[in-house]
T-cell receptor, first 114, second 115 residues
Framework: AQSVTQLGSHVSVSEGALVLLRCNYS??????LFWYVQYPNQGLQLLLK??????LVKGINGFEAEFKKSETSFHLTKPSAHMSDAAEYFC????????????FGPGTSLSVIP | DARVTQTPRHKVTEMGQEVTMRCQPI?????VFWYRQTMMQGLELLAY????????DSGMPKDRFSAEMPDATLATLKIQPSEPRDSAVYFC?????????????FGPGTRLTVL
């Protein structure tokens, strides 16, 4: 069965510090991978998406993620955290038997300390 | 600026009452999803539709939940009768139909509290 794990339900970083949010997945076929962000009292919005090709994917707001097949990982990074980055971040993997469905991870809450 | 809209944004009801949540997907999107978000279970897919036809409702408790798309501009999720364990935030999302695993555009959610 496919699954997504996100190491660390809460991550705190100082403003200006590196942001690293971890995501590992399981899939028996080449996956599509996603990172979504949820700001308080809002719905999720897409940060970035990996389909095929280049393994380093750049997204909005300065975020990027690297697909590493050998490690079954898709970690999200940002070189310098801003206060506005404080939110919940969800990693998701495509469902093999569907062209639409994804499975979301449990989420990581990011706090940015001034 | 095209957005998914959901009504109501907040709903407080008593156990046993019927609850109806509505969603207007982005115009032109033909795939619509209903999710439930709770602290304990995270984000769970309840059901989804393509071209108004239900494709998967395996995540939905069939005895009390029902989801429909009366037309392309409206999706509804009903709970009858509601129970305290249904308290959650319910999200609707829509996606364009072409391609695979397209970006899902989420609405702001309906926060349901069942007393």
């Amino acid at each position: 069965a496919q699954s997504v794990t996100q190491l660390g339900s809460h991550v705190s970083v100082s403003e200006g510090a590196l942001v690293l949010l971890r995501c590992n997945y399981s899939s028996s076929v080449p996956p599509y991978l996603f990172w979504y962000v949820q700001y308080p009292n809002q719905g999720l919005q897409l940060l970035l998406k990996y389909t095929t090709g280049a393994t380093l994917v750049k997204g909005i707001n300065g975020f990027e993620a690297e697909f590493k097949k050998s490690e079954t990982s898709f970690h999200l990074t940002k070189p310098s955290a801003h206060m506005s980055d404080a939110a919940e971040y969800f990693c998701a993997v495509s469902v093999e038997t569907s062209y639409d469905k994804v499975i979301f991870g449990p989420g990581t809450s990011l706090s940015v300390i001034p | 600026d095209a957005r998914v809209t959901q009504t109501p944004r907040h709903k407080v009801t008593e156990m046993g009452q019927e609850v109806t949540m509505r969603c207007q997907p982005i115009l032109g999107h033909n795939t619509v999803f209903w999710y439930r978000q709770t602290m304990m279970q995270g984000l769970e897919l309840l059901a989804y539709f393509r071209n108004r036809a239900p494709l998967d409702d395996s995540g939905m408790p069939k005895d009390r939940f029902s989801a429909e798309m009366p037309d392309a501009t409206l999706a509804t999720l009903k709970i009858q009768p509601s129970e305290p364990r249904d308290s959650a935030v319910y999200f609707c999302a829509s996606a364009p139909g072409s391609g695979m695993y397209n970006e899902q555009f989420f609405g702001p959610g309906t926060r349901l509290t069942v007393l």
